[in-house]
């Protein structure tokens, strides 16, 4: 069993370098920077998310004073995904008046009681609840539902009987101080946030959908197999009043083996007709589209409407 390095063990100070009395890490070619003082093995393929938790972990050791991670920073280290990264800056929250920006450090002046932090790898970050709370303040539509789609599934205490996290939401709703800059905001995102969400992909598709004002699916629904097959199949996204059934299909789904069970692209895509065709019998349409669509809300709007999901009015 392979054992991945923690971002911590990643890192390379040139203070403990210079203290060891080894080669400083500028002149060592196989190490990149990643902030002024820190450095990483060049050759470790990483993530953006992960790249992004390196840059995290490098600014918390390189400031004397605690540091308590907040927003978007919280929420890689929560594990959200995030549809854009500004790996330059590392989210803090610290009580008073006015922001601050200092060394890729963005410092937010929030007031937050000592319950309202947790600790993730070591590091002080704020709770799950409020990260949802303050990203849903400040993040547009589509790419907010990302992060919140993950962060309300994880805080759902009900999943079986609960699943979209309805009464999540509704705690999180509640929670919001009034007056709070962002409120109604945050309010109307959280709102739309379900944790059915199946991918990133999904809630980045839904979050289109709300901006585009189509009828917006069920999401996660069964159908039975029937025959002797047994079982059902679950799609990402359905229209029942409509007739039609839709997917998003990522490069995951194909290639990832995590994902496809170790079967090859070729199985996958067989199994995938044959599903679908499986599928018609409850639904005679489906729509299909990938990250190229969903990225762009014209083309999800061109896809959508050729199944007849169009925009009320």
Same mark, same amino acid.
Request: glycine share 10%; net charge positive; with cysteine.
């Given at each position: 069993?392979?054992?991945? $390095?923690? =971002? #911590?063990? *990643? &890192?390379?100070?040139?203070?403990?370098?210079?203290?060891?009395?080894? !080669? /400083?890490?500028?002149?060592?070619?196989?190490?990149?920077?990643?902030?002024?003082?820190?450095?990483?093995?060049?050759?470790?393929?990483?993530?953006?998310?992960?790249?992004?938790?390196?840059?995290?972990?490098?600014?918390?050791?390189?400031?004397?004073?605690?540091?308590?991670?907040?927003?978007?920073?919280?929420?890689?280290?929560?594990?959200?995904?995030?549809?854009?990264?500004?790996?330059?800056?590392?989210?803090?929250?610290?009580?008073?008046?006015?922001?601050?920006?200092?060394?890729?450090?963005?410092?937010?002046?929030?007031?937050?009681?000592?319950?309202?932090?947790?600790?993730?790898?070591?590091?002080?970050?704020?709770?799950?609840?409020?990260?949802?709370?303050?990203?849903?303040?400040?993040? $547009?539509? =589509? #790419?907010? *539902? &990302?992060?919140?789609?993950?962060?309300?599934?994880?805080?759902?205490? !009900? /999943?079986?009987?609960?699943?979209?996290?309805?009464?999540?939401?509704?705690?999180?709703?509640?929670?919001?101080?009034?007056?709070?800059?962002?409120?109604?905001?945050?309010?109307?995102?959280?709102?739309?946030?379900?944790?059915?969400?199946?991918?990133?992909?999904?809630?980045?598709?839904?979050g289109q959908m709300h901006l585009l004002g189509v009828p917006l699916p069920d999401l996660q629904v069964a159908f039975p197999r029937g025959g002797d097959v047994g079982g059902s199949d679950i799609v990402d996204f359905d229209w029942p009043e409509l007739g039609v059934?839709?997917?998003?299909?990522?490069?995951?789904?194909?290639?990832?083996?995590?994902?496809?069970?170790?079967?090859?692209?070729?199985?996958?895509?067989?199994?995938?007709?044959?599903?679908?065709? #499986?599928?018609?019998?409850?639904?005679?349409?489906?729509?299909?589209?990938?990250?190229?669509?969903?990225?762009?809300?014209?083309?999800?709007?061109?896809?959508?409407?050729?199944?007849?999901?169009?925009?009320?009015?």
């Amino acid at each position: 069993m392979t054992t991945v $390095p923690t =971002p #911590r063990e *990643l &890192l390379v100070s040139s203070r403990v370098r210079r203290l060891e009395g080894g !080669e /400083p890490p500028h002149l060592d070619r196989d190490l990149k920077r990643v902030r002024r003082g820190y450095y990483r093995p060049a050759a470790m393929p990483l993530t953006p998310q992960d790249d992004y938790l390196l840059r995290i972990q490098a600014a918390v050791e390189a400031r004397t004073e605690p540091m308590v991670i907040c927003d978007e920073s919280a929420a890689a280290l929560w594990g959200a995904p995030l549809l854009k990264i500004d790996g330059a800056l590392v989210h803090t929250n610290r009580a008073g008046k006015a922001r601050r920006t200092a060394a890729g450090v963005l410092v937010h002046r929030r007031a937050l009681a000592e319950e309202d932090v947790a600790e993730v790898a070591g590091l002080r970050v704020v709770s799950r609840e409020w990260t949802a709370i303050h990203l849903a303040a400040k993040l $547009p539509l =589509p #790419r907010v *539902l &990302l992060p919140l789609d993950h962060l309300v599934a994880a805080l759902n205490p !009900e /999943p079986a009987s609960d699943p979209s996290a309805r009464g999540t939401v509704e705690r999180l709703v509640a929670m919001i101080p009034k007056g709070m800059r962002g409120g109604d905001k945050a309010r109307k995102h959280l709102l739309a946030a379900d944790a059915r969400s199946g991918s990133a992909g999904e809630s980045l598709s839904r979050g289109q959908m709300h901006l585009l004002g189509v009828p917006l699916p069920d999401l996660q629904v069964a159908f039975p197999r029937g025959g002797d097959v047994g079982g059902s199949d679950i799609v990402d996204f359905d229209w029942p009043e409509l007739g039609v059934f839709g997917e998003f299909d990522g490069r995951g789904k194909y290639f990832r083996s995590e994902i496809n069970g170790g079967r090859s692209p070729e199985d996958v895509l067989w199994d995938e007709k044959q599903r679908e065709d #499986r599928v018609r019998h409850h639904r005679p349409r489906a729509v299909r589209w990938g990250w190229d669509v969903a990225l762009r809300r014209d083309l999800l709007a061109t896809v959508l409407g050729e199944a007849g999901i169009r925009a009320r009015g």
